[in-house]
Structures are given as structure tokens and as C-alpha cells.
């Protein structure tokens, strides 16, 4: 054999090696694909499922797709003032929801999507963006946000649907106003205990 034949079918499989590679590349799910975006987004993956009527490749295709735009978000700490003004607003919803739960529901999702802009998620006035960003980084709680800007802008939800929503934003909340020490929003007990009328 010639050693220009032979440089020739080496030249031949290198090509054929790096093209499977790359192909196989693609095929396999990567750092963001598969398992990696299941663990790292919770219950957020399985909406996202459910959402795409059971495609998961769907699914993780929107989800890497999140994790490209907002992986890199580095969440901007805040001054001990603005967290207790922040946990004080949280409470006064709270403590609002008795006399006019629409409007404590309301309230709760203006100061969410105030905190997430504070520190550093995109403005509430892209609110899909804002949640797309905070799914990344709070996938464990951004469902309470979702369910409270859905109840602040429908009016079909019912007391306890609001109730619920505002518990759960709630979890979102101390994610977001943590760091360190931080004042604690009073509880929201006075919630659980609320006799609801009608239900």
C-alpha cells in the first residue's frame, strides 16, 4: 500500500470518527438535557411536560432553552432596608387578605415581580420573562408567583384559590428576600385560619 494511500484512509476515518462524534453529540442530551433539566427544575419540568401534552424533548427544549437565556443571571443581594420593606409590604398583603382578598392577591404579585426586579430578574412588565428566568433559578416555588399573577389578573378565582395561591407565593417570597439575616414576614397563620365563607 502507498503512503498517499494510506494518508487517505486515515484522513477518511478521522472524518468519519469526528462526524459520528458530533452527530451523537447532538443526539445525546447534554449539561442541560434529560435528567440534568428533570433534577435541576422539580416540578416545574413535569408542568412544562404536561403543558407540551406529554413531549418531554418538547419540554426540554423550552426548558435548555430557559437555562441559555438566564443561566448566567447572578441575583443581586439586597440592602438590609429594602428586605425589611419588602417583608414589611408582604405582610401588610397578608394582613389585607381578610378584609379584600382580591386586592391582597393583587398586591402580593406587584411585590413579587417588584422583588424579582430588584434583584437583578428581568422587569415585572415582562412578567413571562421574569417567570421563565425565576424557573431557572426558584423552579422549586415560581409555581406560587404563576398561581398568584393568575388570580391578581382573573377574576374567576375563588377566596380559597386565593388563599392557597398567596401561601404558596409566599415560599417564592423568603427565596427571594433571603441572604443571610433577614426580617421574617409575619406568619401567615391568620391565613390558615381564616373561616372561608361559601367554601
Same mark, same amino acid.
Given at each position: 500500500?502507498?503512503?498517499?494511500?494510506?494518508?487517505?484512509?486515515?484522513?477518511?476515518?478521522?472524518?468519519?470518527?469526528?462526524?459520528?462524534?458530533?452527530? /451523537?453529540?447532538?443526539?445525546?442530551?447534554?449539561?442541560?438535557?434529560?435528567? +440534568?433539566?428533570?433534577?435541576?427544575?422539580?416540578?416545574?419540568?413535569?408542568?412544562?411536560?404536561?403543558?407540551?401534552?406529554?413531549?418531554?424533548?418538547?419540554?426540554?427544549?423550552?426548558?435548555?432553552?430557559?437555562?441559555?437565556?438566564?443561566?448566567?443571571?447572578?441575583? *443581586?443581594?439586597?440592602?438590609?432596608?429594602?428586605?425589611?420593606?419588602?417583608?414589611?409590604?408582604?405582610?401588610?398583603?397578608?394582613?389585607?387578605?381578610?378584609?379584600?382578598?382580591?386586592?391582597?392577591?393583587?398586591?402580593?404579585?406587584?411585590?413579587?415581580?417588584?422583588?424579582?426586579?430588584?434583584?437583578?430578574?428581568?422587569?415585572?412588565?415582562?412578567?413571562?420573562?421574569? /417567570?421563565?428566568?425565576?424557573?431557572?433559578?426558584?423552579?422549586?416555588?415560581?409555581?406560587?408567583?404563576?398561581?398568584?399573577?393568575?388570580?391578581?389578573?382573573? +377574576?374567576?378565582?375563588?377566596?380559597?384559590?386565593? *388563599?392557597?395561591?398567596?401561601?404558596?407565593?409566599?415560599?417564592?417570597?423568603?427565596?427571594?428576600?433571603?441572604?443571610?439575616?433577614?426580617?421574617?414576614?409575619?406568619?401567615?397563620? *391568620?391565613? +390558615?385560619?381564616?373561616?372561608?365563607?361559601?367554601?
Amino acid at each position: 500500500m502507498s503512503t498517499g494511500l494510506l494518508i487517505v484512509l486515515i484522513v477518511i476515518v478521522v472524518v468519519a470518527v469526528v462526524v459520528g462524534g458530533v452527530a /451523537l453529540r447532538k443526539r445525546a442530551p447534554g449539561p442541560h438535557g434529560g435528567r +440534568n433539566l428533570k433534577r435541576r427544575f422539580g416540578p416545574e419540568y413535569e408542568r412544562v411536560v404536561a403543558r407540551h401534552d406529554g413531549d418531554a424533548k418538547a419540554a426540554e427544549h423550552e426548558l435548555g432553552e430557559r437555562v441559555e437565556r438566564h443561566g448566567d443571571l447572578r441575583e *443581586r443581594p439586597l440592602e438590609s432596608a429594602e428586605r425589611e420593606r419588602f417583608a414589611a409590604r408582604w405582610t401588610a398583603a397578608q394582613e389585607h387578605f381578610v378584609e379584600s382578598p382580591q386586592q391582597a392577591v393583587a398586591d402580593a404579585d406587584l411585590l413579587l415581580a417588584e422583588l424579582a426586579g430588584a434583584r437583578g430578574f428581568p422587569d415585572g412588565g415582562q412578567y413571562e420573562e421574569q /417567570l421563565a428566568a425565576l424557573s431557572v433559578h426558584h423552579a422549586d416555588h415560581v409555581d406560587g408567583y404563576r398561581r398568584v399573577h393568575r388570580a391578581a389578573h382573573e +377574576n374567576r378565582a375563588d377566596t380559597e384559590e386565593m *388563599r392557597s395561591a398567596l401561601i404558596e407565593a409566599r415560599a417564592l417570597f423568603d427565596d427571594l428576600v433571603g441572604e443571610g439575616e433577614r426580617p421574617r414576614p409575619k406568619s401567615h397563620s *391568620r391565613l +390558615n385560619k381564616l373561616q372561608l365563607k361559601g367554601s
